[in-house]
T-cell receptor, first 116, second 112 residues
């Protein structure tokens, strides 16, 4: 089955600086890579996603890059703000073999702290 | 408002009791999932469903069971609760392949 590794587990960044979180996956058949943000005491929410036919996607201050050959993808947050403090999860989706059948495997999470 | 709802939000129960955690979504999604998560930690998939009468076990070994008799409802049952079941349980749903998963607020379960 799919295995998703995420690094670092904790990250502290000065406000205004950039933060980068990296994930690797094991199943070359994975084709969808979302990132979720979970604030303290709240539910995870999707912040950006990328599909395997795209190498990079950007949405304002956040961007995701994908290297299918190396089987890794990264989240980049620029001009960090205090409200960016949260736990971030990467995930990989594997198609299981018949229409409608897929499974989402999450990484272990990165606790990002923005230092004012 | 279309959303995914979990009840109860908090539950404290004694060892050996049978409990059912409720999950309902009003978004018409076929796919639904149950994850176990200790606060701020990794999400472990314990059960999933691709539609009515479809249920599968996830990666994390679990002593729970699920059912999917209606599209909108995906309850999780623990036949005999143990302290090791103490955790947060998150229900999620998604519309189709490679689509955003929407999470419920979670049920924080404590078994004493």
């Amino acid at each position: 089955g799919e295995n998703v590794e995420q690094h670092p587990s904790t990250l502290s960044v000065q406000e205004g600086d950039s933060a980068v979180i990296k994930c690797t996956y094991s199943d070359s058949a994975s084709n969808y890579f979302p990132w979720y943000k979970q604030e303290l005491g709240k539910r995870p929410q999707l912040i950006i996603d990328i599909r395997s036919n795209v190498g990079e996607k950007k949405d304002q201050r956040i961007a995701v890059t994908l290297n299918k050959t190396a089987k890794h993808f990264s989240l980049h947050i620029t001009e960090t703000q205090p409200e960016d403090s949260a736990v971030y999860f990467c995930a990989a989706s594997t198609y299981m073999g018949y229409f409608g059948n897929e499974k989402l495997t999450f990484g272990t999470g990165t606790r990002l702290t923005i230092i004012p | 408002e279309a959303d995914i709802y979990q009840t109860p939000r908090y539950l404290v129960i004694g060892t050996g009791k049978k409990i059912t955690l409720e999950c309902s979504q009003t978004m018409g999604h076929d796919k639904m999932y149950w994850y176990q998560q200790d606060p701020g930690m990794e999400l472990h998939l314990i059960h999933y469903s691709y539609g009515v009468n479809s249920t599968e076990k996830g990666d994390l070994s679990s002593e729970s069971t699920v059912s999917r008799i209606r599209t909108e409802h995906f309850p999780l049952t623990l036949e005999s609760a143990r302290p090791s079941h103490t955790s947060q349980y998150l229900c999620a749903s998604s519309e189709y392949l490679m689509a955003e998963a929407f999470f419920g607020q979670g049920t924080r379960l404590t078994v004493v």
